[in-house]
């Protein structure tokens, strides 16, 4: 499940998902981890809201829900809360993110790795009783391999699957068509048949409509308001252990000023930004009483994305993009264009590190650099010969096409974002001296026009998952839509053979040195196709109070997120301030098989930094990871 951030997490894009070592999804042909335990950690006692007798977690977010269906959701924030609410059948090492247990405790392919199967936990129940089997799984899958609908948001994990079969309750068969090498990190997350298959329209259902939603993850959701907040409980029986706050709430601030004078009067307990904290937030909060700014490697990249030329599968165009950008030397003359160590100095304030390749450098494995030859670097004098060579010639201070018309062009800007506003200013006073005129079109849901191909350029950002494979399969044919104008998989309606055809053997390559070569191949191409421009990737800069939050875990653990998480560790794991270690997760309650299942190989046990919980953890065999 990818988190955009959109287009972030939307596509950031609009969308809005630390890399996984290379070898641990390639090569996890067995699960050989121990499963955090909750029981394995001290229980604290709850500090309890004096009008409720319950401890809640409030965060402030800015951006909104686009569905509640784990089928249809793509932003950051929303497919965190499916995150919480359904279990995956694999999680992601809070350390550094190599496959660890989850609903399934191992799995195992076949010598030809064309047959994967999985052994489902037996301890795991929905929240309205009934137990979680692997017949569950497998009509999430099937469902997403035959209905449209269904294949939304994570379709691109199933289109290689031939079959998928509940043999028995705890075990589940997953046959392929080729070797995939990201069956240790299906980020999908798994629903109840007896529910779902109720649901109807799975296109349009969003899963907002009864309440409290069944599920099987660490916490309930209880209640939803548009553009306002989701409200969860924690879920007592939980398998991993019940989580030590008893509420968690997403609390919506379009204004994030807002959000943080909230914080600082203690109305909320954590802050994550729009989807980080502006430096000048940042500074504003740093020596607070009772608040702590977090400050780690971000997981996310912010780029432009160029529309290509809207399409759909069957390779129908619609939208109305400028015709121009479908010339590569038009789109390299706008990036080369861009001085990116001036967006850094000046707008992230060094709260980011300059871009490069599509994969953060975060995640050392798959991270690409251009080579000094191949670099779009700074150099407007080159973009402006780019541009006459072809066919915009500079006339009375305006770039002119053949048509007598003058080069305009508009750039999507999500309107909670201060970064996007701040640089379209840049980039209206750069592209304009280059003879090109800029709109920059701010809006609260950029998803409208981005769906339509209603847009020339975008602020576009993805969260990396643990696995690259979710964000490089947004590119390809197969994810355009099926109709003009519905959501899809595809980040910008790109297509292109060469590309698809990297990715294929990408996804199917076990050899984790050889996958990362692919993986850097096709992040070389899209450098140089101009369709994408990695500008920064951004620190995770957040902050929460401490005299509401005794201790939360990052991601990774020594340094690194706690919102937007691969994972729901931040949540799950942090302790109510006031906490003396007497009940909560890992006390008398917590027992029902959760204190770490010890599968396969020799596994040491690790202090969780942030939460207090002792977790035992396979020692990692190769180096180390859509809002």
Known sequence: MVERVPPRST??????????ASGAAALALTAGSVV????????????????????TLTVAVAQSVDSLSPFLAQKLLSTSVSRLMYDFLTNYDVKDSHPIPALATKWEPSPDKLTWTYTIRSDSKWTDGQPVTAEDAAWTFNTMMTDEGAAQANGGFVTNFRKVTALSPTELVVELKEPQATMAALDVPIVPKHVWEKAGDLSKFNNDTTFPIVGNGPFVLTDYKVDQYVKLKANKDYWRGKPKFDEVVFKTYKDQDAAVAALRKGEVSFVAGSPALTPAQAASLKGEKNVKVNEGPGRRFFALAVNPGAQTKDRKKFGDGNPALLDQKVRQ???LSIDRKALIDKVFQGHAVEGQGYIPPRFPEYHWQPSAEQALAHDPARAASLLDEAGYPLKD??????DGKPLDLRILCHATDPNDKAIGKYLKEWWGKLGIGLKVDCRDDVSVPWYAGEYDLAFDGWSVNPDPDFVLGI???AALPVKAKESATTDNFICDKTYDELYRKQLAEYDPAKRADLVKQMQSWLYDSGYMSVIAYPNAVEAYRTDQIKSITTMPEAAGNIYGQDGYWSWWSAVPAGDDGANGAGGSGSDSGSTGVVIGIVA??????GGG????????TTADDRE
């Open 11 to 20: 596509p950031s894009r609009p969308r809005l998902r630390v890399l996984l």
């Open 36 to 55: 955090p335990g909750a029981s394995l950690g001290a229980a604290p006692q709850q500090a309890r809201a004096a009008d409720s007798g319950t401890s």
């Open 333 to 335: 003359a706008l990036f």
């Open 397 to 402: 201070g305006k770039r002119v096409g053949k």
């Open 475 to 477: 590119h390809t044919c």
């Open 604 to 609: 040491v046990v690790v202090v969780l930094a």
């Open 613 to 620: 919980l002792l977790l035992a953890r396979r020692r990692r």
